[in-house]
């Protein structure tokens, strides 16, 4: 069975509305995280708006947290950022055995 | 099937208090969390840890089965004895946090006609009755992401079951195209691949995060890969051309003179490909001769003698 693949990468943009689509989220809650700082979209106003591809895993990240471990969003966001950070560490310091 | 031992997973005694037992499960639960911890063993430890704590933290689950007993060892061969379960009023489906339901064989047997789906408040399920996204890892060589691959991988796949409209699991394989230049920490989204819809809800989707297996030769940081190059005092200093190890190959790399350890120079697109392709960096690392034989040490003496330097003045000494 031949499937279709979409690699979510850093050329990709999604809407506001496909943000929300791809999430499952309303779009209360994406406004939430943006004012959080957890995903930063380009654009002038809300119609224009255009996420990153990895705002979609930072979405997915901030959902899972705050209905598995109960965090609440700003929490979720420093999370995150350490995240990220301990990811640079890890790939920095090599990953040869 | 295999026993589970809830209060070993959940790492309590048999006789915890209700207390013990939810403060057990949430410093277990944000230990495995699969966003938090990045073993590969996480996520179904996490699925364990919510599915003992479904059963220890509802006090009729938890009376059933203790009255199981407790002579028997996780993972040994267990039929539940007839009426195991008399006298136990179990109602509806249990309710955690950890997403879709994914029970080991052992719950399901025992507590699992119930309605199947968990009663959790899910904050997605308010939206919409789409199923689940799904989240798979596959780990993959560099070769792999170099030439691209098709890779098998098996799931657990949801479906509601036409006949007792159940959520039931079905194991699947699905052939995946794995694209050529795919980075570490990239995911793939395989839509309509991941949980049955509710409802008549479409179904939901698969993200495969790609994970690569430690390399013999190369690190990797995004698209680029390093290389360490070991190189002899002489070659160091005056200059060489060495034969290098690149993805698909090798080329003949022209060794400045004077280079010093920790140098790194750089192979213009021989990383990762893609548009643009990464880089491949080569860092120099100066291996001196051992000073073990009478010649050797008398050598040494006579450099430093010849070609005096401080290492560790700093500058403006």
Redesign the interface.
């Known amino acids: ?1 031949k ?7 850093q050329s990709l943009r999604v809407t506001f509305d496909e943000l929300c689509e ?1 999430c ?3 779009r209360e809650e994406i406004n939430e995280m943006v004012e959080e700082g957890i995903i930063s979209p380009r654009g002038p106003s809300r119609k224009n708006w255009l996420f990153h591809g990895y705002d979609v ?1 930072r979405v ?2 901030a ?8 965090v609440n969003l700003p929490g979720v966001a420093v ?1 995150i950022d350490l ?1 990220e950070e301990l ?1 640079q560490l890890r ?2 310091h ?4 | 099937m295999q026993y589970k031992d809830y209060y070993q997973i959940l790492e309590l005694e048999r006789g915890a208090s209700e207390e013990e037992i939810k403060r057990s499960y949430r410093k277990l ?2 230990k495995y ?1 699969p ?2 911890n990045k073993s590969l063993e996480a996520e179904a430890h ?1 699925k364990e840890i919510g599915e003992a704590y479904a059963v220890l933290k509802d006090p009729e689950k938890r009376a059933a089965y203790d009255n199981l007993g407790s002579q028997w060892q996780e993972g040994q061969d267990f039929r539940p004895p007839p009426n195991w379960d008399a006298g136990f009023e179990f109602s509806g489906g249990p309710a955690f ?3 879709e339901a994914d029970f080991s064989d052992f719950f399901e047997e025992l507590f699992g006609g119930l309605g199947g789906r968990p009663a959790a408040e ?3 399920s308010r ?2 009755s ?1 199923g689940e ?1 799904h989240h798979a890892k596959i780990a993959i060589d560099l070769e792999d992401s170099f030439h691209g691959t098709t890779r098998t991988i098996s799931l657990k796949s949801t479906d509601i079951d036409r006949q007792t409209g159940r959520l039931v699991i079905r194991p699947h394989t ?4 794995i ?1 050529q230049g ?2 570490e ?7 309509g ?1 991941g949980g049955a819809g509710v409802g008549g809800g479409s179904r939901g ?1 698969l ?1 495969i995060e790609i994970v ?1 297996n ?2 013999p030769l190369f ?4 698209r680029d890969i ?1 290389y360490d190059l070991a190189l002899t005092p002489w070659e160091a200093a005056l200059g060489a051309t060495i034969s290098v190890p690149v993805l698909g190959g090798s080329v003949e790399m022209k060794i400045p003179a004077n280079s010093q350890s920790g140098r790194k120079l750089r192979l213009k697109g021989k990383g990762i490909p893609g548009k643009p392709p990464g880089d491949q960096y080569v860092v120099l690392k100066v291996v001196i001769p051992r000073a073990d034989t009478k010649k050797a040490k008398e050598f040494y003496k006579r450099m430093a003698e010849e070609l005096p330097m401080n290492p560790r003045a700093t500058a403006g000494n």
């Not at chain 1, 959902?63 to 109960?70: G, H, I, T, W």
């Not at chain 2, 699905?174 to 195209?177: E, F, G, I, M, R």
């Not at chain 2, 690190?219 to 995004?222: I, K, Q």
């Open positions: 069975m499937i279709d693949v979409i690699v979510l990468n791809l499952r989220v309303s895993k997915q990240i959902l899972r947290l705050q209905r598995d471990l109960q999370i995240l990811d790939k920095a090599g990953k040869r055995t | 639960a944000r969390h966003d938090v996490f946090a950890g997403g899910s904050y997605r939206f919409s789409r996204d699905l052939n995946v195209k694209p795919v980075r920490g990239q995911r793939i989204r395989l839509p691949q989707d993200y690569f430690p390399h690190r990797f940081d995004g390093i």
